[in-house]
């Protein structure tokens, strides 16, 4: 057999390899991550308040009665644990009702009176009907988001590259 003698191997660079990991991971909650995200909650925020159609005289078809639904849509910058979080939401009571619809049930007396009068309908009839039918889901938030995934991703993938770079 023959000798193949001693092989060593030198690994060099490892704490400077490691120094760089772990700025590359703190840079991923700094100011490139987060122009991206403030970018991405804004497109998505006027895509949510663009998608919000206006009471047509035979439909309610998306949100825009008063204006308050729309105006309480608004966008957030979190960091959760180093994480960088970009939120777009309402806190109005009635907003996943909107979003999400509702199986038929009675709404409680008086709930709808302000806004069946606004539109010239009985409140009662109101309720009957959403007792039959429920509330159709209008998906307003979900649209606003899936429609602008793709620019999104780029803007995060765009941040992260900048972050690599450095």
Known sequence: MPDT???GVKVTGMK?????QEQMVRDLGGTPMLQAMKKATLLVEAAWKRSLGAYTGDEFSGGVDTGQYRASIVPDIADR????VGIVGTNLAHAPYVE???KPHWP???ALEVWARRHGMDEYIVRKAISVKGTRAHK???RAFNDNLDKIKQYIGDATGEIVKK
């Open 108 to 110: 409680p007396p008086g």
């Open 5 to 7: 003698g001693d092989i």
């Open 100 to 102: 999400y619809g509702t």
């Open 81 to 84: 644990d180093g994480q960088i």
């Open 140 to 142: 307003n938030a979900e």
């Open 16 to 20: 400077e390899l490691q120094a760089k």
